[in-house]
């Protein structure tokens, strides 16, 4: 594992992960790099609110080969009721890096054309967005497109239409992953990565037409953003 200044940042050659945006049509399933996220946040407004810790995932076939992790320090305090649900105080973050540095090495480790997963991935995209644009660094953004994203949820309410809930602890807990950590954010991104693979496989039985990363996203649909 390489040692970022802050984070842990571990990645494969990034010209065997990196997916050309005009060809998920011939990629694979079970050939993909999907870099599976999310994100701790001192609150719901994206415009109002900081970042407060950051992982992604790169999974091939649902194997671990990247890993990028790291606390942040926030703009603002971190109120103590999301203190108390996440377990993330201020005095953790309080050497932590600052946005527009982790924001340029997950943008260096996720590469020129991720394919990003989440749950509720509207809502982490929205985020890095936000803070992408507030700290100048727009050429980041053809990174983040919710055009080439999967959201765990969206394909769960799909997939699994029985579910008296779709968060994400729910979900898991239906294709039998158990999350040892809500809130936190590396455990946050195994859940997914667990429910997003889960899906793929049921999908793949039940649907054989359902190949390659574009089938999966036409079998989903266009995200909203929020």
């Known amino acids: 594992m390489q040692q970022s200044l802050f984070g842990s940042f571990a990645a494969a050659d990034t010209a065997t992960l990196e997916n050309a945006p005009q060809a998920l049509g011939s990629v694979l399933l079970e050939d993909a790099v999907f870099a599976v996220l999310d994100l ?22 649902g194997e671990q ?26 005095e953790m973050v309080r050497n932590s890096p600052a946005i527009v540095m982790v924001l340029s090495e997950l943008s260096a480790f ?10 509720n991935v ?10 992408i644009s507030h700290n100048g660094l727009g050429a980041f953004l053809p ?22 809930s779709y968060e994400g602890v729910v979900v898991a807990t239906a294709i039998g992953y158990h999350n040892p950590n809500p809130h936190r954010a590396e455990a ?6 667990g429910i997003l693979f889960e899906l793929i496989k049921k999908l793949k039985a039940e649907n054989p037409h359902i190949k390659t990363v574009q089938d999966l996203l036409n079998y989903q649909g266009v995200l909203n953003e929020r």
């Open 65 to 90: 080969v990247g890993i990028y992790s790291t606390l942040v320090k926030p703009t603002e305090s971190i109120p103590e009721e999301v203190e108390l649900l996440t377990g993330i105080t201020n």
């Open 110 to 119: 996720l590469g020129e054309a991720p394919i990003i997963v989440g749950h």
């Open 188 to 193: 946050d991104v195994r859940m997914s990565a």
């Open 143 to 164: 990174r983040y497109e919710l055009s080439r994203a999967f959201c765990t949820k969206v394909l769960a309410q799909k997939a699994l239409p029985s579910l008296p």
């Open 40 to 61: 701790e946040t001192t609150g719901l407004s994206a415009k109002k609110c900081g970042i407060t810790e950051v992982t992604a995932i790169q999974y091939r076939n």
């Open 122 to 131: 509207s809502f982490d995209m929205g985020f890095l967005r936000e803070k």
